[in-house]
């Protein structure tokens, strides 16, 4: 079973920074898509980033309201991916969730049906 682990969020200001951190055990990292998803309160929950496995390009995809100010990354000798949160916005502020799965799962990164292992999450509170 592959566990992860949430680390970085906390309470900033609008248009600063943070960078939220996944660590993985458990499996071979480096044969798993990644992805953030987030949920605010009364909200589902919903896509932020993904970055697939080398295996099949290492594509990356965002949702639309964070294109240019969010990035994904990853670093396989670390078994981490990461999220670099820059221009933060109050409509930023949720649970962040990193999860994942296998390097060829059929179906959109954008659904989190299709992904098989979370983390327990971490909050992110952006005041205006």
């Known amino acids: 079973q592959v566990q992860l682990v949430e680390s970085g969020g906390g309470l900033v200001q609008a248009g600063e920074s943070l960078r939220l951190s996944c660590v993985a055990s458990?499996?071979?990292?480096?044969?798993?898509?990644m992805g953030w998803f987030r949920q605010a309160p009364g909200k589902e929950r919903e896509f932020v980033a993904a970055?697939?496995?080398?295996?099949?390009?290492?594509?990356?995809n965002y949702a639309d309201p964070v294109k240019g100010r969010l990035t994904i990354s990853r670093d396989n000798a670390k078994n981490m991916v990461y999220l670099q949160m820059n221009s933060l916005k109050p409509e930023d502020t949720a649970i962040y969730y990193c999860?994942?799965?296998?390097?060829?799962?059929?179906?959109?990164?954008?659904?989190?049906?299709?992904?098989?292992?979370w983390g327990q999450g971490t909050q992110v509170t952006v005041s205006s």
């Open positions: 999860t994942s799965r296998g390097a060829f799962v059929a179906g959109s990164v954008a659904s989190p049906g299709t992904y098989e292992y």
């Open positions: 458990g499996g071979t990292f480096s044969y798993y898509a």
């Open positions: 970055i697939r496995s080398s295996w099949n390009g290492g594509i990356i």
